[in-house]
C-alpha cells in the first residue's frame, strides 16, 4: 500500500463517515497484507513439509539496515524489553489490524521473552506501524495507557481483534467497550483519539520506518543490522538469535 494512501487524520477517526472508510481501508490492508505474506510466512507454512523450506528455517534477509539509526528513540517513548546492552537488538514494527502480527504476539512473543530477553540475550523493542485509521486509533488508546499498561493492552487487542478491526463491525463502539475494560471513561477515550499530537507522532513513526529502514509490511523485524518480513515460528527466530550469539 502506497504511503501516500495511508494519511491518518482525525477525521478519518472520529468523523461521521469513519465506519465506511475504516471498513475501506481495513479491506484494503487485508488485501496487501494476504499479499504480501503469501510470499513469506504463507509460502513457508504451505511448504512446511518441503526439505527446502521449512517453517522453522532461519528467514532471509531482505536487506541491511543502520542499526545505530534504528535504535534513535522517535517522538514515542520507546516501549523496551531487555538489556540495553543485550548482544542481539530486535525492533519489530507492528499493526494492530495485521493478523499475522497477532498470530506472531499470540504464538511466538511469549517463548522469544522468555527465552532470550528475559536472560539478557535479546532486547525487544516494539513500534507503531498501522497500515489504516482504526489501527491508529488502538495505537493512539495504548499510547494514552499508563506505559505500564502498554503491553498488556496490545496484548488484549491482539487476542481480541476480530471484536473490533473486523470491517463489519463497528470499530468506535468496539474500542470503546474495550478500553474501558482497561480504565477508560467515554470522555478520556474521545479526547485520546481527538489528541492532534499524538496521531502526528504515531504517524512519524510509521513514516520513519518506511522511508529510512525500508518497512513497507507488518510484522516486520530489524536485527542486528538485517531487515526481516512476515511472520516467524518461535524456531525460526530462535535458530535466528542463536546465530548472532
Known sequence: MPMSDMLLTKRHLLGGTAVTALSLAFAA???????A???????AQETTNSAASPED?????????????????GPLPE???????APVKIVEYMSLTCPHCA?????????????????????????????????AAAFMLARCAPQEQYLPMVDMLFKQQ??????????????????????FTEDSFTKCLTNQKLLDDVNSVRERAAKDFGVNATPTF???GKRYAGDMSVGAMSKLIDSLL
Open 29 to 35: 490492508f487485508a488485501d496487501t497484507a494476504s499479499a
Open 37 to 43: 505474506n503469501a510470499t513469506t510466512v504463507g509460502g
Open 57 to 73: 528455517a532461519i528467514p532471509s534477509s531482505e536487506g541491511n539496515v543502520d542499526m545505530n539509526e534504528v535504535l534513535k528513540p
Open 79 to 85: 516501549i523496551a524489553l531487555g538489556k540495553e546492552d
Open 103 to 135: 498470530h506472531f504476539a499470540t504464538t511466538t512473543f511469549d517463548a522469544i521473552k522468555q527465552k532470550y530477553v528475559d536472560t539478557g540475550k535479546a532486547r525487544f523493542i516494539i513500534r507503531e506501524f498501522p497500515f489504516d485509521p482504526r489501527a
Open 162 to 183: 476480530i471484536a473490533w478491526a473486523s470491517p463489519d463491525v463497528d470499530g468506535r463502539a468496539a474500542l470503546l467497550q474495550m478500553s474501558k475494560l482497561a480504565g
Open 222 to 224: 530489524l536485527i542486528n
